[in-house]
């Protein structure tokens, strides 16, 4: 069976080139509607999810900022604000099509002096040695095909001290609550998705799939010291649904 015929589910599963294809397919496909649905899909709790994680950076003039898979740039945005609109930031999205949704953005809001798009595979960036301060990725990681070469290059791009915060979905600390989750996640929102994104991909089916794979709390701690960060630390957000990790190098 071709990758395109395989359903956005089980994509999820997949590692390397294969899932970076069939993702790369499946958000190029909705990224027109992707704001409209983070904010159906979320109950519009993304937007106090992104404040909080931002909350983790210090506020430094000048601060070089990475924002990974910064799709239609709205943590960018948030990020320029809290670091007093004097630093320079990078949004690295490999999906073209959700980097235009987010270039209109910065360019409606005369953003683009401070702001940089760039398309960048997380798993090999173009960036020498320690040239960022700090680096953000918000509901990325769980798409990369390598996520532990993705996190050794985030690594590897951050300045010695240089903070990494990263806002990803998570496991539900409560097993009521997971379970609610879990039917939310299965059952009603790839419906919701489906609809108003008139998706044909299966990218609404393969997001909560995606989840459910995704290292938990404790395990993407792990990680994140197996890729050389010093000191890993995570705060759970609406009971769990999300976690920010806070790693520094």
Known sequence: MENSQIPGKAASTWTGPAREQAVQRMFTAIARFYDL??????FGLHHSWKRKAIAHIPSYPG?????????????????????QFSSKIVAADLNVAMLRVGQQKLRTQQLGDRITCLQMNA????????SFDTVTAGFCVRN??????????????????GRFVCLEFSRPVS?????????????????????????????????????????????????????????VDYHNLTGGIVAIHVAVK
């Not at 239609?72 to 604000?81: E, F, K, P, V």
């Not at 990369?144 to 001290?161: D, F, M, S, T, W």
């Not at 609610?180 to 609404?204: K, N």
């Open 175 to 231: 097993a009521g609550f997971r379970k609610i989750y879990d039917w939310y996640s299965f059952h009603l929102l790839p419906w919701i998705g489906t609809v108003v994104a008139r998706d044909g991909t299966g990218v609404y089916e393969y997001l909560p799939a995606s989840i459910r794979n995704f290292p938990d709390q404790s395990r993407l701690c792990g990680l994140l010291k197996d890729a050389g960060f010093q000191t």
């Open 63 to 83: 601060t070089q900022a990475l924002d990974l898979g910064a799709g239609t740039c709205d943590l960018a945005i948030l990020l320029d604000r809290h670091l």
């Open 123 to 130: 798993e090999h960036f173009t960036f020498p040695d320690q």
């Open 37 to 42: 649905n983070n904010s159906l899909l979320s």
């Open 144 to 161: 990369v095909g390598n996520l532990p070469q993705a996190l050794k290059e985030i690594c590897r791009v951050l300045k010695p001290g």
